[in-house]
């Protein structure tokens, strides 16, 4: 969802609109609310602190289409002293879905 880290326990909907720029978006929580201009909405995400625990509440816009199916993503990671290291890998989807590789393992 336009590079957004997502937490253990993602929640969230789509919205559909029948005018993508008019009116206003008012979410209230018990521990945060929110309330934006619809018009305001983009790729990035608005988010709002609710809290510990990385708690928060955030609106994007999701593309009209997808046009990408794949990502390429380099990253250095730490490698065990001794022994095998296991990476894993994963994906979260557009809906909040979240897939995980099995292990890829670096021997030294």
């Known amino acids: ?3 957004v880290d997502h937490p ?6 789509d919205l559909s609109l029948r005018d993508a720029a008019a009116g206003r ?9 929110l309330d934006v201009p619809v018009a305001e909405i983009g790729p990035e995400p608005i988010a709002r ?3 510990g625990l990385g708690r928060r509440l955030s609106i994007v816009r999701l593309p009209e289409t997808l046009d990408r199916r794949s990502v390429r ?4 990671l730490p490698r065990a ?23 890829i393992y670096a021997i030294p």
Do not use: H, L
Not at 8 to 13: E, I, R, Y
Not at 73 to 76: A, P, T, V
């Open 8 to 13: 253990a326990n993602f929640g969230g909907f």
């Open 73 to 76: 993503i380099e990253r250095r």
């Open 81 to 103: 002293k001794t022994g095998d290291s296991a990476f894993y890998i994963a994906v979260i989807q557009e809906d909040g879905y979240q897939a995980w590789s099995s292990p």
């Open 1 to 3: 969802m336009g590079g």
């Open 49 to 51: 602190d609710a809290g």
């Open 25 to 33: 978006i008012e979410i209230a929580t018990g521990p945060v609310s």
